[in-house]
């Protein structure tokens, strides 16, 4: 079995869900000669053409709207944003056209489309190319947010987006792109949208988290390991619909849960978290809902102290989840 | 496609004119929300004749019903919109009236901020030109939308590309009470056309027949692959922007009474009467019978069940 990056996953799929479906395109800034600024679909516009893989212009809304429209008469397309801190132009058109369509006309006109970006920080890229935009989009029933965190879920999860007649975020974490990497099976295979996926088996603690997280959550554990804690670690792979039925499972077996996002803390996805676990499994819990998350700070800063100081770590989740072992 | 068929051309704008003042009465006696008039835009759909019904794309301004009537939408669409019931055809009473939308009559959904539709004509156009299909997507929005980001992405990347989409902007002098001088500096909204690589025209909506030859003049050469163009059609709207909107704050009354003068349906009628295509008689025997289309259509809407609670909920997804 190949072992494959993260974004070698991904460029591979996008490969082969476009010779599956002609309908699939690619619509994007630098996706087409440049094979995209990380290199995500480096090979596809020699491979399917200049009228499959567009490179943009610098147009956010446009990008997304043209898209929109597509796929209302039955193309497939995937949208590129650059960078997630770059979506905020399209917002609208997401929000308000995307989400809604199917919605609004009471399933007459649907949305298939997928909005693929690279997320988070922890690659120097302050406060504009570092962002967690979940949140904000989390929130939008008609929407499904994906943000997978291994090569094999990049994959299964990326074709099923593209093969889900809703409109999907497939959030791609940029510091996993090359630094990942995991075997990939080559055969075609899909993974359900909306379910989480238990990475290591614990008993005395429960830790949700996603993306670049999920391996930080995962040194912690195998450190606590080492001091007779066990840790289990639920990957959360898509952030709406969550997977309620695996995390309240995990809660129940353990009684003690921490949340981890690198996203600020206030209205992120530990708040909902904790909320639908205070409501579903209170009994169950032997200790308050723990949240590792960023600070609430307008973004993460360019230096290598305030990028360190932000960002949670292997090192401040193994802190918590040992004082919550403890508690 | 010579010239079009004027009886229809008339009919269908006469027809939007009578459903624009019985829903005005409707609300205006509280029994329907909201009403959305076009009274004074009828001449516009001179365009929907150089379109090739069922098979090119409308993602229209929403005062086009004389147009979205020819292209297939009937009274009973309207008033199961207007009343906002179950069976309303464009999403089950879920939007405000006039948001138009009709899969079979291929009108692309609306939403209501202004004017993010336009965009999605150009994701339609790009979608036909990707297929090789000859298919024209046709998008209408007023002078205030032409102000909006979502114009100018729309305009360029239709121009790179040189797609199949014709950009219509329905110039009537105000966005909502906001004249033309606030909302740009320049005196044809067309005038910018040049500046994205497509040609820009205007034309007076107060003659169909003009718009018509405009509109086939950029339909025919969409459909050569040449790519888009930009009309601006002068029109002016006779009532305010919506039931919400009393124009009497920014408009005066000696201004309506000197526009009213070029009502576009009037001056058809007496065009069609001068030419001998048309007559008095005829004209009262046709209002007698579009009257009891619509009285038919507000008779079925009214009786036709309200949504039921449980079915806000479906469609939010596909499963």
Not at chain 1, 61 to 69: E, T
């Amino acid at each position: 079995m190949p072992t494959k990056t993260f974004i070698e996953a991904i460029r591979d799929t996008l490969r082969d869900e476009m010779a599956r479906d002609d309908n699939v395109i690619l619509l994007g800034e630098d996706v087409g000669a440049n094979g995209g600024v990380f290199l995500a679909t480096e090979g596809l516009q020699k491979k399917f053409g200049a009228n499959r893989v567009i490179d943009a212009p610098l147009a956010e809304l446009a990008i997304i709207g043209v898209s929109i429209g597509a796929a209302a008469v039955g193309l497939r397309p995937i949208a590129e944003i650059q960078f997630a801190d770059f979506i905020h132009p399209a917002f609208d058109q997401i929000v308000n056209e995307a989400a809604k369509m199917r919605y609004r006309t009471n399933g007459a006109w649907t949305c298939p489309m997928v909005i693929r970006t690279p997320w988070g920080g922890g690659i120097h890229g302050g406060l504009y190319h570092s962002q967690s935009i979940e949140a904000f989009f989390c929130h939008v029933p008609g929407l499904k947010v994906i943000a997978p965190s291994t090569p094999y879920d990049a994959k299964g999860l990326l074709a099923a987006a593209i093969r889900n007649p809703d409109p999907v975020l497939f959030l791609e974490h940029k510091k996993l792109y090359r630094s990942i990497k995991g075997e990939v099976p080559d055969d075609d295979y899909v993974l359900p949208i909306g379910k989480a996926d238990v990475k290591r088996a614990g008993s005395d603690v429960t830790a949700i988290a996603y993306g670049a997280m999920l391996h930080e959550t995962l040194a912690a554990a195998e450190k606590l390991a080492s001091e007779n804690i066990s840790v289990q670690v639920v990957d959360l792979r898509t952030l709406q619909p969550l997977d309620r039925e695996t995390i309240l499972t995990s809660v129940r077996k353990t009684s003690k849960v921490c949340i981890i996002h690198e996203d600020t803390r206030t209205m992120g996805l530990g708040a909902e978290l904790s909320a639908i676990i205070s409501e579903e499994a209170f009994s169950d819990l032997d200790a308050p809902i723990v949240r590792v998350t960023g600070p609430d700070l307008p973004g993460i800063p360019f230096n290598d102290v305030g990028e360190h100081t932000f960002l949670p770590n292997a090192e401040k989740i193994a802190n918590a989840l040992r004082a919550l072992a403890k508690y | 496609m010579d010239q079009p068929d004027s009886l229809a051309l008339y009919r269908v704008m006469l027809l939007a004119r009578m459903i624009d003042d019985r829903i005005w009465q409707l609300n205006r006696q509280g029994r329907v929300h909201f009403a959305v008039p076009v009274a004074g835009h009828e001449g516009v759909a001179g365009y929907a004749f150089a379109l090739d019904p069922g098979r090119d794309y409308l993602v229209p301004h929403y005062r086009d019903l004389a147009a979205l009537l020819h292209f297939g939408m009937t009274p009973r669409d309207v008033f199961c919109n207007l009343f906002a019931k179950a069976n309303d055809p464009m999403g089950a009473g879920r939007q405000m009236f006039a948001h138009w939308s009709s899969v079979k009559q291929h009108i692309l959904s609306l939403s209501s901020p202004q004017p993010n539709h336009v965009s999605h004509a150009v994701g339609i156009a790009l979608a036909s030109k990707i297929r090789g299909e000859d298919t024209v997507t046709w998008t209408g929005f007023g002078d205030g939308s032409s102000s909006k980001g979502d114009i100018h992405e729309s305009m360029n990347f239709a121009a790179i590309h040189k797609l199949p989409v014709i950009f219509c902007c329905e110039n009537n002098g105000y966005a909502i009470s906001v004249p033309q001088a606030k909302q740009m500096a320049v005196e044809n909204v067309a005038d910018r056309a040049a500046g994205y690589g497509m040609p820009g025209v205007v034309v007076p909506g107060r003659d169909p027949l003009q718009v018509f030859e405009v509109a086939r003049t950029a339909v025919e050469r969409a459909r050569r692959g040449e790519g888009p163009t930009f009309i601006e059609i002068k029109t002016y709207r006779f009532m305010p922007h919506t039931s919400n909107d009393d124009d009497k704050r920014y408009r005066t009354r000696e201004e309506l009474d000197a526009e009213r003068t070029n009502d576009p349906v009037v001056l058809f009628r007496e065009r069609l009467v001068a030419e001998k295509t048309w007559d008095a008689q005829r004209d009262d025997a046709l209002k007698l019978e579009l009257q009891a289309q619509i009285d038919d259509a507000q008779a079925f809407a009214e009786a036709s069940p309200a949504p039921t609670p449980a079915e806000a909920f479906t469609n939010v997804y596909a499963e």
